[in-house]
Every structure is written in C-alpha cells, then in structure tokens.
C-alpha cells in the first residue's frame, strides 16, 4: 500500500514514520511513504497556500488551488472525479466523519491512500466536495492542523495489513475489532463524551453540538464551482443564517449523531 501526505510541515512525519510498526512495515516493504510539501504547487513568491474567506471571519482559509494541484500530480487530472479504483483521496479535517476502526479496515483493503493534511480555520469546502473521497476527523476536539491525524490514521491502517504485525492474531480480539466491539461501545461513548473539547472562536465542533459551517476563498470560481452568493452579498445577517444552515446540513451529513445526542 502506498500513503502520500500531503503538508506545508513536511519535516513533521519524519518522527512518526521512522518508528514502531510503521518502520517495520516500510522496511518490509508493506507499505511506502511519500511526503509532499503543498508550497510546491503555489505559483506566486510567497508560496501562499491560505486566503481570508468570503463573508468574514476570524483566520485563515485554505486555498483549493494548490490541493488540487497537488493531489493531480500524483494521480492524474480530474481525479477528485474519478480517482483511480483502490484509491481513498482523505481530507483531515475536525468537521469531518468520525474515524473508527470500521473505517481503518476499509482502508487497509486499498491500494492507495492520499492524506490532505488540513491547517488554520479550515479548508475552502470545493476541496471536501469535489476533491476528497473521505473528510474524516479523529475526535470531537480541534488540532492546530491535520499531521497528527494523518500520522494516527497511517498508523491503524498499516498495523492491519497482512504481515505489518507479524502475528495475524493480534489484531483479532482488541479494542474495536469485531469481537470486541459490542463490549467497549458504551465504554467509549461515554468517555468520548466526557472529553468532548471546543473553543469559542476557532472549535470546528462547534460549542451547540454541530459541525463548522463551509468555508471559501479566492478565486470566487475554480472549474466551474463558484462560491455561494450569499457570502459576498455583504449581508451579515443572511451569512449567518446561512451558515447556520449550512452546518446543520453537514452535520446531519456527516455526524448525525451530535444532533440525535448519540
């Protein structure tokens, strides 16, 4: 299997690749790794890969162009489309779907996985559209950006596939494989609830229970997909019903459990 990350910090996985399992796994020759530093594909002298967002707000927003530029030189054009079969394109991002070991098994049966290492107050909403076959979150908390994530999620899909572990049982009854499973949910519901953390201005769990609305940036049209006209209207009022809207939208799309309280 191979995992590309992709990352303005490409320095950051030279610790979380270089140990453990994933080590062993590489120098088996079980997986490759390929590290990918997202200001290779700007085009401007300051290498900008962040914009501030359509209709306000606190921060920075990134930019779809060098993403899908990026993921396109590994893949090949269009293939937010149509990715290659066998292949998860995988947006880190804390308003995403919940990470669980259903999803690393699903994982660890692909050929191919690119991680999109998100930063700042999020990423422009084209890219989790058309771009990304997964957004994915690891918790209801919010990181300083996407490289952990993407180290933890590497990490739960190499230890699955054949021959990572050296022992095939070992996998068989811990915590969240099939067996185990029934035994721990209320456990882990519980304790994840109570550890639940937001922040009051830049949380992507927003602190009334639902996900962070969708976020733009220039160019205000990329391949078609424009930014919706509310947010550049000027309305401040009818931006934030809209986003409002917006969120509960995503959130019944992605994390429905927050609004049933499960």
């Known amino acids: 299997m191979r995992f590309d990350l992709i990352t303005i910090f490409p320095e950051f996985f030279t610790g979380p690749l270089d140990y453990g399992i994933v080590r062993r796994a590489r120098e088996a020759r079980l997986i490759e790794t390929h590290v990918h530093d997202l200001r290779n594909f700007t085009h401007d002298r300051h290498r900008t890969v962040d914009d501030r967002p359509f209709g306000g707000g606190e921060g920075m927003v990134m930019k779809c162009e060098p993403l899908f530029e990026a993921v396109e030189s590994l893949l090949g054009p269009a293939s937010g489309a149509n990715p290659p079969a066998g292949t998860a394109i995988v947006l880190l991002s804390a308003a995403g779907k919940l990470f669980r070991q259903e999803t690393a098994r699903r994982f660890a049966q692909l050929d191919r996985i690119v991680l999109i290492c998100g930063r700042y107050e999020g990423v422009d909403e084209?890219?989790?559209?058309?771009?990304?076959?997964?957004?994915?979150?690891?918790?209801?908390?919010?990181?300083?950006?996407?490289?952990l994530a993407a180290a933890m999620i590497l990490d739960a899909v190499t230890r699955l596939i054949p021959g990572a572990l050296g022992n095939e049982d070992s996998t068989v009854n811990e915590s969240f494989s099939a067996a185990a499973t029934e035994r721990e949910t209320s456990q882990t519901k519980s304790q994840t609830e109570s550890q639940t953390t937001t922040t009051s201005h830049e949380?992507?769990?927003?602190?009334?229970?639902?996900?962070?609305?969708?976020?733009?940036?220039?160019?205000?049209?990329?391949r078609g997909w424009g930014v919706p006209e509310v947010l550049m209207s000027g309305n401040h009022e009818e931006i934030r019903r809209w986003r409002r809207q917006q969120a509960l939208k995503k959130t019944q799309r992605n994390r429905p459990d927050l609004l049933s309280g499960g």
């Not at 084209?126 to 490289?147: K, N, P, Q």
């Not at 962070?212 to 205000?220: A, F, I, K, Q």
Request: glycine fraction near 10%.
């Open 126 to 147: 084209r890219v989790a559209e058309h771009l990304a076959t997964d957004e994915i979150s690891i918790g209801d908390f919010v990181l300083s950006g996407g490289e």
């Open 203 to 222: 949380s992507q769990v927003m602190n009334h229970g639902i996900l962070d609305y969708p976020h733009y940036t220039r160019p205000p049209l990329f």
